[in-house]
Nanobody, 124 residues
Framework: VQLQASGGGLVNSGGSLRLSCTAS????????IGWFRQAPGKEREGVAC????????YYAAFLEGRFTISRDKPKNTVYLQMNSLKPEDTAVYYC??????????????????WGQGTLVTVSS
């Protein structure tokens, strides 16, 4: 049972990246999915999440509509499309999953399964 985040890298300010979160050994189809990030010297913060129960996504206000969650059920993968990236988006990004309801507008990190993180670096 594993959750794998990938897709990070170095991008110029204003650029885009798509992060992937792929599950193996369990099915993401009915799980709540969360994306979080932790910048150097800062606490982890919630970025976005998808609630399977109500088929709804929530995003952190600071994103200003730049990021989007999507799902590919056959691939058992959830994506985080990140556009108009800024240097302050630089962080290690983590995905998380839980079969219980965890996703809400509070973006809390109470999920039981976590991926290993992928580094996103945005240069100015």
């Amino acid at each position: 049972v594993q959750l794998q985040a990938s897709g990070g890298g170095l991008v110029n300010s204003g650029g885009s990246l798509r992060l992937s979160c792929t599950a193996s050994g369990f099915n993401l189809a009915y799980d709540d999915i969360g994306w979080f990030r932790q910048a150097p010297g800062k606490e982890r913060e919630g970025v976005a999440c998808y609630s399977s129960a109500v088929d709804r996504t929530y995003y952190a206000a600071f994103l200003e509509g730049r990021f989007t969650i999507s799902r590919d059920k056959p691939k058992n993968t959830v994506y985080l499309q990140m556009n108009s990236l800024k240097p302050e988006d630089t962080a290690v990004y983590y995905c998380a999953a839980d079969s219980l309801m965890r996703c809400s507008n509070e973006l809390r990190g109470t999920y039981r399964r976590w991926g290993q993180g992928t580094l996103v670096t945005v240069s100015s």
